[in-house]
């Protein structure tokens, strides 16, 4: 055992990296319902695609944003209901990220695509 008999304040820092985990479907049928906020993702494997899914009041104007972490890029998608592309986004963000303004034709269920 190591002892030490000085005095004064220290910092300790563990880092752990841990494989990235995918929680969200890849598919409308499987897609993550979300509400205003924030919500986590991630892509892994690298032909991945995250899906969610939210609800629109026609006529609310809807800010859709990625914002990047450790990914360097990406492409945002927006589909109706049907699975019918809307709207989209490739690097319309900051730092290779994505950013959508859209305004809701109708009310509804609406899917996004990362």
């Known amino acids: 055992m190591f002892a030490s008999f000085d005095t004064g304040s220290y910092v300790v820092s563990l880092i752990v990296e ?4 995918d929680l969200h479907g890849g598919s409308i049928d499987t897609a993550t319902f979300i509400s ?3 919500i986590s993702g991630a892509i892994n494997p690298s032909d991945d695609s995250d899906y969610f899914g939210f609800s629109a009041q026609a006529g609310g104007t809807y800010t ?3 914002i990047l972490e450790t990914h360097p890029d990406s492409v945002l998608a927006l589909y109706n209901s049907r699975g019918q592309w809307l709207a989209g986004d490739d690097q319309g963000g900051l730092n290779g990220g994505s950013l959508l303004a859209w305004t ?3 009310s509804g269920e609406y899917y996004l695509e990362v």
């Open 64 to 66: 859709i944003e990625v």
């Open 36 to 38: 205003p906020g924030l």
């Open 104 to 106: 809701a034709p109708s």
């Open 18 to 21: 841990v494989p990235v985990i």
